[in-house]
């Protein structure tokens, strides 16, 4: 019945919408209400489309399990990733569409915070191996003067950027 079907839902740790043949929503969980905020009663009877912008969602008998990577919208308007998987539903002899919602915000800020310390790290290692490749060509008593230069170089202000120690044309 619907209420066990409300029950479930609500335990749910994914945002859960139940979508009628009209894509008019006829239930919604908290977690619903938290990724879009909006209070459920707004959104009984309102179709999907009011979350999901551009009316990215395919019909179910297309995609039912497939994940969809689609852009949630929520109530002032900010768009954000979600994933989303259909799931078809009959309740009382009348079909439905269970839509399980997931906020991939948090998981592409993982994602790019990984890749950017990738980069750094490649970044890091390419230098270590020029540095090698200048060092080992080099006679040990020239090695710490070479350091030195180096050092003096990196101290040495980019062309056009002033420096804390620079003073400024009056």
Request: hydrophobic share 45%; charged share 25%; net charge negative.
């Amino acid at each position: 019945s619907f209420v066990l079907l409300r029950l479930v839902a609500e335990s749910l740790p994914n945002g859960v919408l139940v979508v009628d043949h009209n894509r008019g929503i006829v239930l919604a969980n908290q977690q619903i209400e938290r990724q879009f905020d909006y209070c459920r009663n707004d959104l009984l009877g309102q179709s999907i489309n009011l979350l999901l912008p551009e009316g990215g969602l395919t019909e179910p008998s297309q995609t039912i399990g497939l994940e969809q990577k689609l852009s949630g919208r929520r109530r002032d308007g900010l768009e954000f990733p979600i994933a989303v998987t259909l799931s078809p539903l009959k309740v009382e002899q009348a079909l439905f569409t269970l839509v399980s919602v997931v906020d991939l915000t948090e998981r592409q800020e993982l994602e790019q915070a990984a890749s950017l310390a990738i980069d750094r790290k490649v970044e890091f290692e390419r230098l270590i191996a020029e540095l090698s490749v200048q060092f080992i060509n080099l006679p040990a008593d020239q090695v710490i003067e070479s350091i030195r230069d180096a050092m003096l170089a990196a101290r040495k202000p980019i062309a056009g950027r002033p420096t804390a120690t620079s003073s400024s044309p009056a």
